[in-house]
T-cell receptor, first 114, second 111 residues
Framework: ETGVTQTPRHLVMGMTNKKSLKCEQH?????MYWYKQSAKKPLELMFV???????ENNSVPSRFSPECPNSSHLFLHLHTLQPEDSALYLC?????????????FGAGTRLSVL | GENVEQHPSTLSVQEGDSAVIKCTYS??????FPWYKQELGKRPQLIID?????GEKKDQRIAVTLNKTAKHFSLHITETQPEDSAVYFC??????????FGSGTKLNVKP
């Protein structure tokens, strides 16, 4: 167990649904990340939150909306997704800048968009 | 931005042989290079990392080398075992909070 917990582990949703992915870390880290992993593609960095401020979103479509209410919790709100958004969504956390930057990953949420 | 390329995409070796996976990066500002192992159905796990002030690092059967001039780094696994079979990802990091990943190498170790 890495100390990063993601829920749910699996999610099936229709294109008109609204759902949220949750990530929680118990490591005292102050940076959290959302990644998307699709088959046969590199891990894609979606969002980075450092000290509760979003520092990068890599031009992710607006149907993905992140929320970071505090340094221990990170959400990814999903709305009107497309079938190509089906993927494994990984959350990770690390200590902030000027610290050892090992990222600890959650187990991921396997998302299927019908 | 940074661009990380990883080769080969698949690698098949006989048990006991060595395996080498190579990555190149484009941004000379990158200063931290981790390697992750992802077994089927599991999350990526950090297996070894190297900073830009070091040329080589070893941990038992695993080693990583870094050539800053050429902007490439490699993962070396010696005496491979079937449990080494997994997908391996390299990454390059700048300023500690941005990670750019390679496309992954699927390693198959045949018993």
């Amino acid at each position: 167990e890495t100390g990063v917990t993601q829920t749910p582990r699996h999610l099936v949703m229709g294109m008109t649904n609204k759902k949220s992915l949750k990530c929680e870390q118990h490591l005292g880290h102050n940076a959290m990340y959302w990644y998307k992993q699709s088959a046969k593609k590199p891990l894609e960095l979606m969002f980075v939150y450092s000290l509760e401020e979003r520092v990068e979103n890599n031009s992710v479509p607006s149907r993905f909306s992140p929320e970071c209410p505090n340094s221990s919790h990170l959400f990814l709100h999903l709305h009107t997704l497309q079938p190509e958004d089906s993927a494994l969504y990984l959350c990770a956390s690390s200590r902030g800048p000027r610290a050892k930057n090992i990222q600890y990953f959650g187990a991921g949420t396997r998302l299927s968009v019908l | 931005g940074e661009n990380v390329e990883q080769h080969p995409s698949t690698l098949s070796v006989q048990e006991g042989d060595s395996a080498v996976i190579k990555c190149t990066y484009s941004d000379s500002a990158s200063n931290y290079f981790p390697w992750y192992k992802q077994e089927l159905g599991k999350r990526p796990q950090l297996i070894i990392d190297i900073r830009s002030n070091v040329g080589e690092k070893k941990d038992q059967r695993i080693a990583v080398t870094l050539n800053k001039t050429a902007k490439h780094f490699s993962l070396h696994i010696t005496e491979t075992q079937p449990e080494d079979s997994a997908v391996y990802f390299c990454a390059a990091s700048e300023n500690f909070n941005k990670f750019y990943f390679g496309s992954g190498t699927k390693l198959n170790v045949k018993p």
